[in-house]
């Protein structure tokens, strides 16, 4: 049997053994599910906009569409009602209204049950000075227009140092989210490799594997296999998640959305390669599932402290040094370089470079795990030093 059909049928096997598994598709579900919170709640938080309503009375109703449009400009949905009852105050004891405006101007009066809407307030001031602003321009002989004109190019010179960019919000937002999916597919398959290791290992079923294929062989079918079934779960993951966000309007898709799908794809591929043959090697030192998370919790606290660490450098200084040097390293690459990719501050010499340190570092590793894996798989009963095995 060939060295290509012989990881083929291993990689095979742990794809299908996998996919077809309950926790597979309940996770990838309630993933998809959360995801969708987020994003209904994105949505809102995106569209958080007051809404009012307020009765006019009188004179008042002539304020209408001035009121309306000036809500607006201060983010406030206001709908106007005409109220010529005699009980319209009670309208607003009862909630029906959150205002009641009386009079004519300059002489206007408002209502409230409590303290009043700060907004609301100041919008109808501006309405009520621009009222009486017009009344005196009239008696002057002057008319709105022509103020206007004249005040036309009357504006104030503004530099950008650093111009702002207005995906900004939609850039964090899915830099943060690729930053979890990638965090959570590397702890959660590289662990997974290694649980498969360890329980081939006690069972003895590894013994029989190895009378037909290499153990080389074997350990890059189990991790291409498993890093399908990742994969797999990633494209489903995001691919709902760009539909919902583009359904709700919170992110762009055609510019912003492909590209992150895109660049997580890459950088999962290089980031599990890297980390999988370290959590298989590690696992083939040990001969129990007791004694797995002993070998694999240096691992694990390397992909967390990049994940937590990462998030809040990029939250609050996405370009600086610190966070710029921590995503070209291999171990913190793959979590925190896709994210600031996904947040345009990545220049393109920086994302080469850590694409290129990746490759060499999974190459390294590939060779130094797949040594110890080979020199430790075979061995049973009492945890293998990692000296022994290197030096086997």
Same mark, same amino acid.
């Given at each position: ?36 919170? +987020? ?14 309503? @307020? ?7 002539? /304020? ?5 449009? =000036?809500?607006?400009?201060?983010? *406030?949905?206001? %709908?106007?009602?005409? *109220? ?22 300059? %002489? ?10 700060? *907004? ?43 111009? @702002? ?11 943060? *989210? ?14 997974? @490799? ?12 590894? %013994? ?9 062989? /074997? ?27 583009? !359904? ?14 895109? #660049?997580?794809?890459?950088? +999962? ?5 890297? +980390? ?29 402290? !990049? ?16 966070? #710029?040097?921590?995503?070209? $390293? ?17 220049? #393109?010499?920086?994302?080469? $470079? ?16 797949? =040594?110890? +894996? ?19």
């Amino acid at each position: 049997m060939t060295s290509t059909r012989a990881v083929g049928l291993v990689a095979r096997r742990e794809f299908v053994t996998k996919v077809r598994t309950r926790s597979f598709l309940i996770g990838t579900a309630v993933i998809i599910a959360v995801l969708a919170g +987020y994003v209904v709640l994105q949505s809102v938080l995106f569209d958080d906009r007051q809404r009012s309503v @307020v009765g006019l009375s009188g004179q008042a109703t002539q /304020l209408a569409e001035p009121l309306r449009e =000036k809500a607006k400009s201060f983010g *406030v949905e206001l %709908e106007t009602r005409d *109220v010529t009852d005699s009980n319209a105050e009670q309208l607003v004891r009862d909630g029906a209204l959150d205002a009641l405006v009386t009079g004519a101007p300059p %002489e206007l009066r408002m209502i409230v049950k409590g303290s009043g809407d700060e *907004v609301l307030v100041t919008a109808l001031n501006d309405v009520l000075r621009q009222q009486v602003l017009v009344a005196q321009l009239a008696e002057a002989g002057i008319t709105p227009q022509q103020v206007a004109e004249n005040l036309a190019n009357v504006r104030v010179g503004v530099t950008a140092l650093e111009p @702002v960019d207005p995906q900004r919000g939609q850039r964090l937002a899915i830099g943060l *989210v690729v930053a979890a999916l990638l965090y959570y597919s590397l702890l959660v398959y590289g662990t997974m @490799v290694a649980q498969g290791v360890v329980e081939e290992k006690s069972s003895r079923v590894v %013994e029989i594997l190895l009378a037909t294929v290499r153990p080389w062989q /074997l350990l890059l079918g189990k991790v291409i296999g498993l890093g399908a079934v990742g994969l797999l779960q990633l494209l489903v993951i995001s691919t709902v998640g760009l539909a919902l966000s583009s !359904a709700f309007d919170v992110v762009d898709v055609g510019s912003v959305g492909g590209a992150a799908l895109a #660049t997580g794809v890459l950088w +999962y591929l290089l980031g599990f390669f890297l +980390y999988a043959t370290v959590f298989a090697a590690a696992a083939s030192l040990v001969s129990r599932q007791e004694e797995l998370q002993s070998v694999l919790t240096p691992i694990s606290m390397t992909i967390i402290v !990049a994940f937590v660490a990462g998030i809040n450098l990029m939250i609050s200084n996405p370009s600086g040094q610190t966070v #710029t040097i921590l995503s070209l $390293l291999p171990p913190f690459a793959p979590i925190l370089m896709p994210g600031r990719m996904a947040m345009g501050v990545a220049p #393109t010499w920086q994302v080469v $470079l850590a694409v290129v340190l990746a490759l060499a570092a999974i190459a390294a590793i590939t060779w130094l795990g797949g =040594k110890v +894996y080979a020199n430790a798989v075979l061995r049973t009963g009492a945890r293998v030093k990692l000296r022994e095995a290197l030096r086997t």
